[in-house]
């Protein structure tokens, strides 16, 4: 019997702070932008908008700004705002050609779920 090795690409989240167009960005890189999150799709080129569908995925998207913490309801302070609580895996397998999927858990209670798709040749998501 004969032992099968293989290199793996990257398999899991990198958090990588505020997005930057002078940056390079790398698969599963998290960034955020004016209070939303986006995950790197694929390698990321130079100068690439976070609008760009093929290489990034929105995760977690800003809410509406109150007005001075006011929620106009009599004067009172505005309820917190949802953030993060975890990503989980669902369904990754990290193998060619399949499509892993990440459940995001906010603070409150919400789930949303997304997946990356590994290419084929098991880099930047192209097909054959």
């Not at 032992?3 to 955020?32: C, F, H, M, Q």
């Not at 700004?65 to 705002?81: A, H, L, R, S, Y």
């Not at 995001?104 to 998501?125: A, Q």
């Amino acid at each position: 019997m004969s032992i099968v090795t293989r290199e793996l690409d990257r398999v899991s989240i990198v958090p990588k702070g505020a997005w930057n167009s002078n940056n390079t960005y790398e698969r599963l890189d998290l960034v955020s932008h004016n209070g939303s999150s986006y995950i790197a799709r694929k390698n990321v080129p130079l100068n690439t908008q976070l609008s760009n569908n093929e290489y990034w995925i929105l995760v977690a998207e800003k809410g509406t700004d109150g007005i001075n913490g006011i929620n106009g309801i009599n004067g009172t302070n505005g309820e917190d705002g949802n953030g993060i609580s975890s990503i989980t895996e669902v369904d990754v397998t990290y193998a060619p050609g399949h499509l892993d999927t990440y459940r995001v858990i906010f603070t409150n209670g919400d789930t949303f779920n997304f997946g990356i798709y590994n290419g084929i040749n098991g880099t930047d998501g192209e097909t054959g």
